[in-house]
C-alpha cells in the first residue's frame, strides 16, 4: 500500500489512540482539588462538536439539515460558554494564603 | 482556506485544549490554563467559519449569541452547591447537539463529503449512528441525573424486576440496529436507533441512587466525550477526534477514582441499587453501648485548648449551608494560634472535587486543604478531629469489619486523634445504612445540632 492511499479511518484511528493516552496521563497529574473545574473545562472543550454544527448550518440555501444544524449551534454555544465561565468563576475562588 | 491550513490550524487548537486541562495541576496555572482553552476554541471556531463551504453567517451569529447567551446567564447565576446540576445539564446538552449533527450529516451528506442521502459510505453511517447513539444516551441519561440532583424525581434508587435482562437485550437490539446500516439505510432505522438510544439512557440512570451520582456525573461526562468522537469520524474531523478522547479518558478516569473512593467496583456501581439489595442491616446491640454527646461550648472549650485541628467536612455541610460559618469558626482558631487543616475524602460531596470548590468559596486557602492520602497519617498527632456533616468516610469499620458493607472502603482515620467532635443531628446512619463504631469510642464526642448552628455557636462561645 502507497502511503498516500492510507484510509482516513485508520488514519483517525492512529489519532485516537494517541489521543487516549495523552488524555491519560495529562488528566492522572490533575490535582484532585481541581477535580471539578476539570470536569467543566472538558464539558466547554467537548463542545467542539460545533465545527460539524457550522457545516450543517452554513449553506446560503435553507433545508431541514440547516434547522438542525441552528439547534445545534445554539447547544454548542451553551456549552462553551457556560463551561469556560463557570470554570473560570471556580478558578478565581482558589486562593493563597493571606 | 486549504484544507491543509485548516487542518493545521486544528492542530494548534487541540494542542492548546490539552494545555488546559494540563494548567489544572496545580491552582496557580490553572486560570493560565482556561485562557489558554478559550483561544483554543476561538482558533476551532473561526477557522471552521473560514472554510468555503459556509456562506451564510446570519444564522450561525444568531445561533452563537442566543447559545452564548443562555450559557453566560447559568454559569454565572448557578450556586457552587448545585454545580453538578450544571456539570449533568451542559453534559446532556454535548449529547443532544451530537445528535442534532448526526440528524444533519444524515440529511445533507453531500456538505460533509461522506455521500448522498440514504447512500452514506457504510463506514460513516455506522460511525454516525454509534455517534449519535452515544449522544441520546448522554442526553437522556444526563437529564435524568439533574432531575435526580435536583430533587425534581425521587434520588433513591429506580428498580424493578428483570431489569437488567431488559437493558442487556435493548443493548443488543441497538447494536445490531447500528450494524444492519451497513447493509440498509432507511429513515426509519435512522430514527429508530435514536429513539432506542434516548429510551437506554433513561434505563441505565434510574436504578443508580443519588449518593452514586459522582460516579454516573463523571461517566457521562466521559460519554459526551465520546460522542464527539463518533462524530468526528462521521466528518473525518481530527480535532473532534482529539478532543472527544481527552474528555472521554477524562471522565473515565475520574469515574474510576471515584469507583475506588468508594471500594465499588464500575459495574456494581451501574448495575445500581446500592443499599436495597440486602436490607439486612446489622442492628449491633446498640443499647448498651454507651455515647458521650456535648454542647457547643464543650466542642468551643476543647478546640480552644488544641493545638492542631483537622476538619473533616461532608456533603451534609453544603446542604446545611454551613461552609461559611465553618470557616468563622477556623479563622477564629488559627488567630489563637491553632493549626487548622482540611481533610477531604474523595467522594465527599455530589461530584469530583465538589468539597474543595464549596471550601474555596467560603475563601478557605486551598494549601489548607488536603487529600486523604496527604493527611491521613497526621490524624494520630492531632489534638482534635473536627467531623461535620460527613459519616461513612470516618467510619473504623470499613477497616476492621469484613462483614461491613463498606469493608475495605478507604476511610479517614479520624479515631487516632485525641479528640473527635463528631457533629449530627441525630444518631441515624449514613448513606450506607452502616452505625458508625466512631459513635461509641472513649474519645468521640457527639455534638448534635445542625451543622450551620453548631459553627455558630461555637463562633459565639469562642468570642
Not at chain 2, 478559550?38 to 471556531?45: D, H, K
Request: charged share 10%; proline share 4%; hydrophobic share 50%.
Amino acid at each position: 500500500m502507497q502511503p498516500d492511499s492510507i484510509d482516513p479511518f485508520i488514519f483517525g484511528i492512529t489519532v485516537l489512540v494517541l489521543a487516549c493516552f495523552i488524555g491519560y496521563f495529562v488528566v492522572w497529574r490533575v490535582t484532585p482539588a481541581l477535580h471539578s473545574p476539570l470536569m467543566s473545562v472538558t464539558n466547554a472543550i467537548s463542545s467542539v462538536i460545533i465545527v460539524g454544527a457550522f457545516i450543517a448550518a452554513g449553506p446560503a440555501t435553507g433545508n431541514f439539515a440547516q434547522i438542525m444544524g441552528f439547534f445545534a449551534v445554539v447547544l454548542a454555544s451553551v456549552n462553551i460558554f457556560g463551561g469556560f465561565i463557570v470554570t473560570q468563576r471556580m478558578l478565581s475562588m482558589f486562593k493563597k494564603k493571606g | 482556506m486549504t484544507e491543509n491550513l485548516s487542518s493545521l490550524l486544528y492542530l494548534a487548537s487541540s494542542v492548546c485544549f490539552v494545555l488546559a486541562i494540563r494548567g489544572l495541576n496545580s491552582p496557580e496555572t490553572a486560570r493560565v490554563g482556561n485562557f489558554v482553552g478559550i483561544f483554543g476554541m476561538l482558533i476551532a471556531i473561526l477557522t471552521t467559519l473560514a472554510l468555503p463551504s459556509i456562506l451564510s453567517y446570519e444564522l450561525i451569529l444568531v445561533a452563537i449569541l442566543l447559545g452564548g447567551g443562555i450559557g453566560t446567564f447559568l454559569a454565572l447565576k448557578t450556586k457552587m452547591t448545585s454545580l453538578p446540576q450544571l456539570v449533568a445539564l451542559f453534559n446532556s446538552v454535548v449529547g443532544l447537539a451530537a445528535c442534532f449533527v448526526a440528524i444533519a450529516a444524515f440529511y445533507r451528506p453531500e456538505a460533509y463529503g461522506i455521500g448522498t442521502f440514504l447512500d452514506i459510505s457504510s463506514l460513516s453511517i455506522v460511525e454516525m449512528n454509534l455517534g449519535s447513539a452515544i449522544g441520546a444516551i448522554t442526553f437522556t441519561g444526563s437529564v435524568i441525573a439533574f432531575a435526580k440532583l435536583q430533587g425534581l424525581v425521587s434520588g433513591s434508587p429506580v428498580t424493578f424486576r428483570g431489569q437488567h435482562q431488559i437493558n442487556a437485550l435493548l443493548g443488543i437490539i441497538l447494536s445490531s440496529l447500528i450494524i444492519s446500516t451497513i447493509f440498509e439505510q432507511t429513515e426509519i432505522l435512522f430514527w429508530g436507533i435514536l429513539c432506542l438510544s434516548f429510551v437506554l439512557g433513561v434505563l441505565f440512570i434510574i436504578p443508580i441512587g443519588g449518593a452514586d451520582m459522582p460516579v454516573v456525573i463523571s461517566m457521562l461526562n466521559s460519554y459526551s466525550g465520546w460522542a464527539a468522537c463518533g462524530i468526528g469520524f462521521t466528518l473525518g474531523n481530527i480535532l473532534m477526534i482529539i478532543t472527544g478522547a481527552l474528555v472521554g479518558a477524562s471522565g473515565a478516569i475520574l469515574s474510576y477514582i471515584m469507583c475506588k473512593g468508594m471500594n465499588r467496583s464500575f459495574f456494581n456501581v451501574i448495575l445500581g441499587g446500592f443499599g436495597l439489595e440486602d436490607p439486612v442491616i446489622q442492628k449491633q446491640n446498640t443499647a448498651d453501648k454507651s455515647i458521650k454527646s456535648g454542647t457547643a461550648s464543650d466542642g468551643a472549650f476543647i478546640m480552644e485548648n488544641a493545638s492542631s485541628v483537622i476538619i473533616v467536612p461532608g456533603y451534609g455541610l453544603a446542604v446545611a449551608q454551613a461552609q461559611h460559618a465553618l470557616r468563622e469558626m477556623a479563622d477564629i482558631l488559627q488567630e489563637r494560634g491553632i493549626e487548622v487543616r482540611y481533610a477531604i475524602h474523595p467522594v465527599a460531596g455530589r461530584m469530583p472535587g465538589h468539597m474543595n470548590v464549596l471550601l474555596a468559596e467560603a475563601s478557605v486557602p486551598y494549601e489548607s486543604v488536603l487529600e486523604l492520602d496527604m493527611i491521613n497519617r497526621d490524624f494520630a498527632q492531632t489534638d482534635v478531629a473536627f467531623v461535620i456533616g460527613a459519616n461513612d468516610v470516618t467510619n473504623p469499620a470499613a477497616k476492621t469489619d469484613s462483614s461491613s458493607p463498606i469493608f475495605g472502603m478507604p476511610v479517614l482515620d479520624v479515631e487516632n486523634a485525641k479528640t473527635v467532635l463528631f457533629v449530627k443531628r441525630s444518631m441515624a446512619s449514613g448513606y450506607a445504612g452502616v452505625e458508625n463504631q466512631l459513635f461509641f469510642k472513649d474519645n468521640t464526642m457527639m455534638l448534635f445540632s445542625d451543622a450551620k448552628q453548631m459553627c455558630d455557636e461555637i463562633v459565639q462561645t469562642l468570642k
